[in-house]
């Protein structure tokens, strides 16, 4: 859980206290697809330039989201599940924190992501990736979520939370003594 009060964190289910929260899912079907076995997904995680290029893509959409004020197209592209319970006017909404810090997602497409967890199949069968782009002096962290839906993966809950470098890279270990 990212606790920066400038983080816009969105996974179904996931409610954080004052960060914007984007819910693919109904409450009660949260609760409900909670209580059914999760389904394996018939598709493997993706390769490495498969990854980059989701997560790419779904900053690219945010930022251009967050310059024009319209968010139809990142809704458009997807899961359904996700525009079910996020119309245009509430990513808007969800979004004005981010749009208003003037974080310019668009540097982290001249990056490689750097990951905290492996990006892995997760119960439900979604995609999850979970990492920071390290820019200086702003990270961007991200927790992504993605599902399998026509035959590609589509965006089903995103958390974009811009930090201070030192926060996202890990404590380099103590020299050894001898």
Do not use: C
Request: hydrophobic share 45%; aromatic share 8%; proline share 10%.
């Amino acid at each position: 859980m990212v606790s920066n009060s400038r983080s816009f964190r969105a996974l179904p289910g996931l409610i954080a206290p004052a960060v914007a929260v984007l819910l693919a899912l109904s409450p009660a079907a949260t609760l409900a697809q909670a209580a059914a076995p999760p389904p394996a997904s018939a598709q493997p995680v993706p390769g490495e330039l498969d990854l980059s290029k989701l997560i790419w893509t779904t900053l690219a959409a945010v930022d251009h989201a967050n310059q024009s004020g319209n968010y139809s197209v990142l809704r458009d592209l997807s899961a359904p599940s996700f525009q079910a319970a996020n119309d245009a006017a509430r990513l808007t909404q969800i979004f004005a924190g981010l749009r208003s810090s003037g974080t310019d997602l668009s540097n982290a497409l001249l990056l490689g992501p750097t990951w905290t967890a492996a990006p892995a199949i997760v119960p439900g069968g979604l995609l999850r990736l979970q990492g920071f782009f390290g820019l200086r002096p702003t990270a961007i962290a991200f927790d992504l979520s993605y599902q399998w839906v026509g035959g590609r993966w589509r965006l089903y809950g995103v958390g974009i939370s811009p930090r201070p470098i030192a926060a996202v890279q890990p404590e380099a270990p103590a020299p050894r003594r001898r």
